[in-house]
C-alpha cells in the first residue's frame, strides 16, 4: 500500500526494511490508546552496526549520519506496529537520543539533528517534535547512537 509518506520516501531514495527485531528481552513497540512508544533503535545500515565514540572514533557528521539510520529504524517500526499502513501515522511526539561520546564531547545535540532532520524532511510539520540529546559513555554493542521515540498514531 502506497501513501504520502511511502512516497515521500521514495523520493528521499529510502527504503524501509522490515523492522528489526529485539536483541533482548522487550517488545520492540508498545501501544496505548493512541500512543506508540518505540523502543531504542540502534545506528546501523546495511553494512552492518555503526559503532564508535562520537568526538573520537567518528565525527558530527558521521554521528548524525548514524543517528539519521535510526530514524529509518524507528519508522520502520512505526510501519510494523501500524500493521504496514504508514498512513496511520499522524506525528512524532517526543524523541531521546542517546550518543556514545567522550567526556569532552558538546555537540550532541548535532548528532540528534540526523534523526530530527530525517523525520521533518519525510513527514513535514508532523514530523517536528519534542527532543532530548543525551551523551553517554557506552552504548550496546559499542553503537555510535541509540534512539527511542513516542509516536501519535490512528
Not at 528489526?20 to 553494512?47: D, H, K, M, R
Not at 567526556?103 to 513535514?124: H, M, R, T, W, Y
Not at 559499542?142 to 534512539?147: C, K, L, S, T, Y
Amino acid at each position: 500500500m502506497t501513501n504520502a509518506i511511502e512516497s515521500r520516501l521514495a523520493e528521499l531514495g529510502v527504503t524501509l526494511t522490515d523492522a528489526p527485531a529485539p536483541a533482548a528481552n522487550y517488545v520492540p513497540f508498545v501501544q496505548s490508546g493512541s500512543t506508540l512508544y518505540i523502543s531504542g533503535q540502534i545506528s546501523q545500515n546495511e553494512s552492518g552496526l555503526i559503532t564508535g565514540k562520537v568526538g573520537d572514533d567518528l565525527t558530527v557528521d558521521e554521528g548524525a549520519a548514524a543517528a539519521r539510520t535510526c530514524a529509518i529504524s524507528l519508522l520502520s517500526q512505526v510501519k510494523a506496529a501500524c500493521g504496514g499502513d504508514l498512513s496511520r501515522l499522524v506525528r512524532v511526539i517526543k524523541l531521546t537520543g542517546f550518543v556514545n561520546s567522550t567526556p569532552d564531547f558538546a555537540d550532541q545535540p548535532k548528532v540528534i539533528n540526523g534523526c530530527s532532520d530525517f523525520f521533518v524532511e519525510a513527514l513535514g510539520e508532523a514530523g517536528r517534535h519534542a527532543r532530548s540529546a543525551v551523551s553517554a559513555g557506552a552504548l550496546p554493542l559499542n553503537v555510535a547512537v541509540e534512539i527511542e521515540g513516542i509516536f501519535e498514531i490512528k
